[in-house]
């Protein structure tokens, strides 16, 4: 690996990311809020002061990256912006160690959600702004911003990883009019669009603008300790959960329908799969919530805002699941192993792979009633390779011992039960921010040791660089050469 330029790389792009600590630093300054300025101010001057000389005097840009090269910067992206974006928590005075400030910056760039603070409340408008800013930029991908970096640089053939099944890969083009410039842009079209309409329904700006970047990246942040439920309005409500259920979507395909193409998505199993769940879960939550409820209206508006927030993996939430009847739960747990749809800001285990893992099932199950019979897997009515199956289930293998690892983490180091340990290691992994129980704002994760919070920090980033992307990093083979 040519180490030197991947080096300059990684010093270069702290200094890059550190520029967007620069709103929450002007919000510091209009409202009065000294002591937050000085902690972005100083994190802004300590990361230009390296990043700078690294950018003005590395040379001729590097050739174009290999796919193991690629991935390392890719890694180192997502942990320096990590480590970095922890340090204006820190200095803030609001987080009682370094080890919950990056726990509440990782949780924020890899739109988890799960907060320590016991009292959102009370924060400052600056330290609130760059939760948001986290999950929002978090959300697009922080892999696509190094992506243009690295492009800038002359590291043109990075290819970030997509959060895809294993499927035809789509690149995202880093450079003018390729398809990263085109999602950005649509991703900054929602968000406007739900600031708008947030505002429009009796938020004020700092909390429209707040919720719309959290929703729209499926973050699950909020202002208020009780989330959406603190502003009691059903208006509001049906517009967040509309809008999580357009950011749990591909976003490549809400480019196509944007042109007129809805055969692409008539075609695409993914997409007929990922309405299908959200509309047989809402509408078995929403028969089983009714009698408590007390209406039709707030039954189903409570069950779609529910289903949604859990299955694109946001966490905002109207009320808690575990106060719901045992159904009820049921569908809600089911789906936190979900996921939202592949290319989009959503985490989780993603709908493909179930899709996937169905059709191959089907197809086992033809073969043992026809075993002469010739089976062949097919997504979009295409033919699908069998490494995907493959791609399929190492990954669920993966994940589910991570599962594992999490659940032992939380039950013996904490002293956890072993359903608050699941469900723990669970929002974690799957970046989904609140499960059953009530773990919003504070919670379980507060209480926890230092070492529990960096062991969940690494479950986060690995389930949000699909596991593979991380887990490589610990192969002997990948640092050889």
């Keep these: 690996m040519r180490k030197l ?10 200094g890059f990311f550190s520029l967007a600590m620069i709103f929450p630093l002007v919000i510091a300054l209009a409202f009065g809020e000294y002591r937050m300025a000085f902690a972005f101010g100083v994190t802004i001057g300590a990361s230009a002061a390296v990043a700078v000389p690294a950018f003005a005097l590395g040379g001729r840009p590097a050739p174009g990256f290999n796919t193991r090269e690629g991935i390392l910067f890719v890694c180192f992206a997502w942990f320096s912006a990590c480590l970095l974006g922890a340090v204006p928590y820190y200095l803030s ?24 603070l016991p009292d959102l409340e009370a924060l400052p408008y600056s330290l609130h702004f760059w939760r948001a800013m986290t999950l929002w930029l978090g959300g697009m991908g922080t892999v696509v911003f190094a992506a243009g970096l690295a492009s800038r640089l002359g590291a043109g053939g990075v290819r970030p990883l997509q959060e895809t099944a294993g499927r035809t890969e789509e690149r995202f083009a880093p450079g003018p009019g390729g398809a990263a410039k085109i999602l950005c842009l649509v991703y900054c079209a929602l968000t406007a669009v739900l600031f708008l309409l947030f505002f429009a329904g009796g938020m004020g700006w700092f909390d429209a603008l707040f919720h719309a970047l959290s929703a729209v990246s499926t973050g699950g942040f909020s202002t208020r300790n009780n989330g959406i439920a603190a502003f009691n309005s059903p208006y509001l409500e049906w517009v967040c959960a509309v809008f999580m259920l357009i950011a749990g979507f591909n976003f490549t395909l809400i480019c196509r329908l944007a042109r007129g193409k809805f055969r ?116 979009d009515k295409k033919p699908c390779e069998k490494h995907v199956v493959y791609n399929v289930a190492a990954f669920l293998f993966l994940y589910f011992l991570l599962l594992c690892l999490g659940t032992l983490l939380m039950g013996v180091s904490a002293g956890a039960g072993l359903f608050d340990s699941v469900n723990a290691s669970a929002i974690a992994l799957g970046n989904i921010g609140h499960g059953l129980g009530d773990r919003l704002p504070g919670g379980l994760f507060q209480q926890a040791p230092d070492y529990v919070k960096w062991g969940f920090s690494f479950l986060m980033i690995a389930g949000r660089l699909e596991l593979f992307t991380v887990l490589i990093l610990f192969a002997p083979g990948f640092w050889r050469g």
């Excluded at 075609?267 to 009698?291: H, M, Q």
Aim: charged share 15%; aromatic share 10%.
């Design 93 to 116: 005075g609001y987080f009682p160690g370094f080890s919950d400030a990056l726990f509440e910056c990782v949780s924020g760039l890899t739109t988890t959600g799960i907060t320590v």
């Design 5 to 14: 330029a991947i080096f300059r790389l990684c010093i270069v792009f702290p």
């Design 264 to 379: 692409d998505i008539a075609d695409n199993d993914e997409a007929k799969a990922y309405f299908a769940i959200i509309l047989v879960s809402a509408l078995v939550v929403g028969v089983s919530i009714l009698p408590e409820a007390g209406s039709v209206e707030k039954a189903l508006r409570r069950a779609f805002f529910g289903v949604v927030s859990v299955m694109t993996t946001t966490g905002l939430r109207a009320e808690d699941p575990g106060l719901w009847p045992p159904l009820a739960q049921m569908v809600v747990f089911m789906l936190m192993f979900t996921g939202g749809c592949s290319g989009s800001a959503a985490g989780g285990i993603k709908v493909i792979r179930h899709v996937v893992l169905f059709k191959q099932a089907k197809n086992e199950t033809m073969r043992l009633l026809y075993p002469s019979g010739v089976f062949s897997l097919q997504l």
